[in-house]
């Protein structure tokens, strides 16, 4: 028994010395501080509005568009163009056969000079009847007659006059030509059909720039004039045109108001294509820009950044929240209690927690 109470004192004491080396160890070494973790920040600068840039998409369209035909009806005889040529102004497109109005018209010329000969007769007979009166060897009666078959003679000549010229017109109208320097859209008829009166044969297209036609709500048509410059995006550029027409009325199903722009001469754009008007906006909302990255997203749609404080231990982290107004790409504005020159964690804030020292890097 004795020795069993020897050996437990001696166990108890080893234990205890042991405890004591160990707290006079810890006593000498520092205590090692957490690593800090380094972060970009970012000063808040308030502002008193922002500026957006809208899209309104439209159609491109042709300066002018013509579904030409010919006025008669008939069998076509030649289509001179292919669809894609460029024709000037009064080239010849396509014929119509007129082998029908030929004699037609050589039977007139023929009447023509007939009546023609009728009136020289009747000249002749009224000069020797006017003779002949003076002298008192005729009656008036015969002189009065005289006159009078020159005068339907001429009547005559003039109305065989007009049937030709209405002959020369059809002869005319046979003849399908350009209104304007234009292109080729399509080519609707080929030769041997025969084509009813205002039967589309050609399209044409005005070789002048394109015109796009853009629906814009009416208080931002109300903004502009004709002749301002404004920007489009076309093919993946940007490029300068000319506001050339504002719409006074509302197209009754979008509710929008329609502007027509020039584009520019040295775009060479695709008919029925569509393009972007791009239109600057400003908003007065006061607020501060931030990156994307910088947002923390919370319960129920809620936002929030994460803003540094400086504290006597240091840069220290504590979440503030934020209301996005707009969003423009890699960046938002964002309304929040934040006073002028705040610092906000920039990118990444989950890699904080609220409360955290930080090391700040200044982006």
Known sequence: MTTTLMICGAAAAAVIGGFSLITAEGDVAPAAAAPRTSVGVMSVELTPGYTVTRRFTGQIEAAAR???????????????????????????????????????????????????????????????????????????????????????TEAGMAAVRA????????LEKSVLTAPYPARIGARMADPGQTAAAGQTVLVLFDTEPARARVGLPPEMAAGLAVGD?????????????????????????????????????????????????????????????????????????????????????????????????????????????LPPGARIVAEAPDRVAPGQLILAQVE
């Open 66 to 152: 013509t579904d030409l035909g010919f006025e008669l009806g008939g069998r076509i005889t030649q289509v001179l163009v292919e669809e894609g040529d460029v024709v000037a102004a009064g080239a010849v497109l396509a014929r119509l056969d007129t082998s029908a109005l030929t004699p037609e018209r050589a039977a007139l010329e023929a009447d023509l000079a007939a009546l023609a000969a009728d009136a020289e007769r009747a000249r002749l007979t009224l000069a020797r009847n006017d003779a002949l009166t003076e002298r008192g060897f005729t009656s008036v009666a015969a002189q009065d007659d005289a006159r009078l078959t020159l005068a339907r």
């Open 163 to 170: 049937r030709m010229a209405g002959v020369d017109v059809r």
């Open 229 to 337: 410059r404004v920007t489009i995006a076309l093919g993946g550029e940007e490029l300068e045109a000319t506001l050339r027409q504002i719409r006074p009325d509302l197209d009754p199903n979008t509710r929008s108001r329609s502007v027509v722009v020039t584009l520019p001469h040295g775009a060479a754009p695709v008919l029925g294509n569509t393009v972007a008007l791009l239109l600057t906006q400003r908003v007065d909302d006061p607020g501060f820009w931030a990156p994307l990255s910088a947002l923390r997203e919370g319960a129920r749609g809620s936002w929030s950044v994460m803003a540094v404080e400086a504290t006597a231990m240091g840069d220290r982290t504590l979440p503030a929240a934020v209301e996005v107004i707009h969003s423009d790409g890699n960046r938002v504005f964002l309304r929040g209690d």
